[in-house]
């Protein structure tokens, strides 16, 4: 059974930055795609950034609407994943949830419970 924690959420203003963790548990860790997503009432989850591993090294994708703003990054010791979001718009207010999985850009398959983030202007 795996277990995401996450952590790091709040409320910040428009144009702050948060990090958000998430520590993974029950599972081994480092091969495992990781990924963010976000959900606003009444709309559907959105996929955020993904990490996973390759041959080459890790891979990350990104949401265009994020892409250069926030950095998704890992630590294996930790079992943890990481969000850095820089530049923080209003749009950005959601629930963000963690997720685990084997696709590598979009890592559906478990999930963390959510932390919220409220940016306001």
């Known amino acids: 059974q795996v277990q995401l924690v996450e952590s790091g959420g709040g409320l910040v203003q428009a144009g702050g930055s948060l990090r958000l963790s998430c520590a993974a548990s029950?599972?081994?860790?480092?091969?495992?795609?990781m990924g963010w997503f976000r959900q606003t009432p009444g709309k559907e989850r959105e996929f955020v950034a993904s990490i996973s591993w390759t041959w080459t090294g890790y891979t990350t994708y990104y949401a265009d609407s994020v892409k250069d703003r926030f950095t998704i990054f890992r630590d294996n010791a930790k079992n943890t994943v990481y969000l850095q979001m820089n530049s923080l718009k209003p749009e950005d207010t959601a629930v963000y949830y963690c997720?685990?999985?084997?696709?590598?850009?979009?890592?559906?398959?478990?999930w963390g419970q959510g932390t919220q983030v409220t940016v306001s202007s």
């Open positions: 997720a685990g999985g084997k696709r590598s850009d979009y890592p559906d398959d478990y």
């Open positions: 029950g599972r081994t860790f480092a091969r495992e795609a």
